[in-house]
């Protein structure tokens, strides 16, 4: 029997760094089952909101609902049950080989004080070969590439089992054969597992592909949500990155197609 998707809810949520507003008023929905994308460019709030979903930042005003309930009353055991995140750049002061990073999310799972067994063992090697990490599984994190180190923490995420999963550019530091995996990955945990996904990226046409729905954010706010051939228009990007993109559809499968404009290279060409 598969497990209900679980959906989010924002309301009115602002967040501030000492005397900056980072997040002013946000609104947002998140219907279970859903791939949302958040994308914008620097220092536009994705990167908190994420942490607001999580639990692991405290917004000043609003509230976050995880299946209904406020995200911020629950236990942290609770959310780590629920929902698995993978954030930009992990460290470890231990050096902790790869197996032993995945087998982290089945903390969740275990009652207190007790080992893992044969059943989260497998767990765990399933979320690393739907990674390709079981090749690391013995070796130690400092001695993997940013990419392959990437590959573990999402490992560590499918290993959580979680009906809720938050990734902050998951695919920034992956070469183009590990990006397309990963995002095979991402489809099938959200189509097929029912998984609700929420992605930060910078990637607008990785998430005109991938996503049911994307939120473009600016300055703090949100300025258009929806499905991404009606956000993602040549009006809203400039309004947003401040610089004109060519808007097109891609022919082999209708979604939105972005791209920088091509410069001038005549005077080069007229010169050399």
């Avoid at 956000?231 to 004109?244: D, G, I, M, P, Q």
């Amino acid at each position: 029997m598969t497990t209900p998707s679980i959906g989010l809810t924002v309301k009115g949520v602002s967040f501030r760094y000492r005397h900056e507003h980072v997040l002013d008023n946000v609104d947002l929905e998140v219907p279970p089952g859903q791939f949302l994308g958040v994308l914008g460019p620097n220092g536009c709030g994705k990167t908190t909101l994420l942490g607001i979903l999580a639990g692991v930042l405290n917004p000043e005003s609003g509230t976050v609902l995880v299946g209904g309930e406020d995200v911020h009353q629950m236990s942290r055991r609770r959310i780590a049950g629920i929902m698995a995140v993978v954030p930009q750049e992990s460290a470890f002061t231990f050096p902790y080989t790869a197996l032993e990073v995945v087998l982290m999310g089945r903390a969740p799972h275990l009652d207190r004080f007790s080992l893992e067994g044969e059943r989260d063992l497998g767990v765990a090697k399933a979320a690393m070969e739907r990674t390709d990490a079981w090749q690391f599984r013995d070796r130690h994190m400092d001695e993997l590439s940013g990419g392959e180190k990437q590959r573990v923490i999402l490992a560590r995420a499918l290993a959580q089992e979680a009906r809720v999963l938050l990734l902050d550019e998951p695919t920034s530091a992956l070469d183009l054969r590990h990006q397309a995996d990963i995002h095979a990955s991402l489809a099938d945990l959200n189509l097929n597992d029912g998984l609700t996904v929420v992605m930060v990226s910078h990637d607008l046409n990785a998430a005109a592909r991938m996503c049911c729905s994307v939120a473009l954010m600016d300055k703090g706010g949100i300025v258009a949500t929806g499905e991404p051939d009606r956000v993602f228009t040549a009006e809203n990007l400039k309004k947003v990155y401040r610089t004109s993109l060519d808007v097109t559809t891609d022919s082999k499968n209708g979604h939105p197609l972005i791209l920088l404009p091509a410069p001038d290279v005549s005077r080069r060409a007229a010169n050399s």
